[in-house]
């Protein structure tokens, strides 16, 4: 393996643009179907991908990283403590503002991942503020759970046990049932964010994320057969797949997750590790990838916030609005990033300065 994978850092930036502009919820249409509908639905395999990143990270031949997974679930707390208190302070100022009443503030302070809505440009349009958490706090679920397994020395391949009859359910009642032109079970709405759905969706984590420390500790055997043949037929199929997925099942809303999504997710995350060192080099994306891409996840909602709030003047304009306002909203969320990233940087090398300084004086 690859010190640094630079083509996969190069894809996780593309990603994060991708989920920072699918959450701007652009209702920019092309034909009868509205643009960040169709991203939304389509873009099911960006999680997946993300939750595999994390889980081949974590295997070691020689069980180093494995011994880690309680301090790996520590930093993810402290990224939902960031990711809280960074929402509370700027809920705090539009409340201060006169933007938002104080039961926004409240609802950021005491909700655990608050759907919250915004209404902008006359009711038409919500901005959703820190909903998105909800990954964050999945992966440090399933690292908690994982880390339970390793204190207690139970083989990781029964994490399966839970995994893949959430993965079976997924792909089953959310994805083929539609296809025959039901969307209901046992009663149940299927699509929807209230339905198994969206209720299902945040829990898919845990089986990507096994995927991903399995492909790792059996990358030799996989490599021994998988061609790159094959993984560019995978990608190129997939979409088509999906596309296919989506016609049978007559909407694009809310899948889980598409059979064809689970196709591209595994396919680009493997294709990655075949792209030789010297090729497809893009230092900004590589450097986005490896610094920024965490906080742009802590601040991409904010930036939409902003945007849209500042956009409301042009609320009849349909591109200002829902093609330069996606745009601009990237721009200034890759900026609070970069900003964020030297603060902490700075104050890291601060902080050994002056932890050097002390060495010396003693």
């Given at each position: ?45 960006v999680?997946p ?9 974590l ?53 655990v ?189 904010m ?18 609005c829902?093609?330069?306002?996606p745009?601009?909203?990237?721009i ?31």
């Open positions: 393996m690859k010190k640094d994978n630079h083509a996969l850092r190069t894809v996780t930036a593309i990603f994060m643009f991708f989920i920072a502009i699918t959450h701007y919820y652009s209702q920019f249409k092309i034909g009868d179907m509205v643009f960040s509908d169709a991203l939304t639905s389509v873009g099911r395999f999680i991908v993300f939750a595999m990143i994390s889980g081949y990270f295997f070691s031949k020689d069980g180093h990283s494995e011994a880690k997974i309680k301090s790996k679930a520590l930093h993810i707390l402290v990224l939902i403590l960031i990711f809280k208190a960074v929402y509370l302070i700027f809920s705090l100022i539009l409340c201060i503002s006169g933007i938002v009443n104080f039961d926004y503030v409240l609802t950021e302070l005491l909700t991942s608050p759907a919250y809505y915004f209404d902008c440009y006359g009711g038409t349009v919500g901005i959703m503020t820190t909903q998105p958490i909800w990954f964050v706090y999945s992966l440090f679920l399933v690292y908690g759970l994982w880390f339970l397994f390793h204190h207690f020395k139970i083989d990781f391949k029964w994490t399966w046990v839970i995994a893949l009859p959430i993965l079976v359910f997924a792909l089953a009642v959310v994805d083929i049932i539609p296809m025959f032109g039901t969307n209901d079970f046992l009663g149940m709405d299927i699509l929807g964010d209230q339905g198994i759905g969206g209720i299902l969706y945040p829990f898919i984590v845990l089986p990507f994320f096994g995927m991903g420390y399995y492909l790792h500790k059996h990358k030799e055997w996989i490599d021994s057969w998988l061609t790159n043949t094959m993984i560019w037929v995978a990608i190129f199929a997939s979409p088509f797949i999906i596309a296919l997925e989506a016609y049978l099942r007559g909407t694009i809303e809310n899948p889980v997750l598409y059979i064809g999504s689970l196709l591209l997710a595994l396919s680009l995350f493997l294709g990655t590790f075949r792209v030789p060192e010297d090729k497809g080099r893009i230092p900004v994306l590589i450097y986005i990838g490896k610094h920024l891409t965490v906080w742009m996840y802590v601040f991409f909602a930036a939409n916030f902003i945007m849209r709030y500042a956009f409301q003047t042009f609320a009849d304009d349909m591109v200002v829902e093609v330069v306002g745009v601009l909203a990237l200034l969320d890759i900026a609070m990033a970069l900003g964020f990233h030297m603060l902490l940087r700075y104050m890291s090398e601060r902080k050994k300065a002056k932890a050097g300084q002390v060495q010396v004086t003693a």
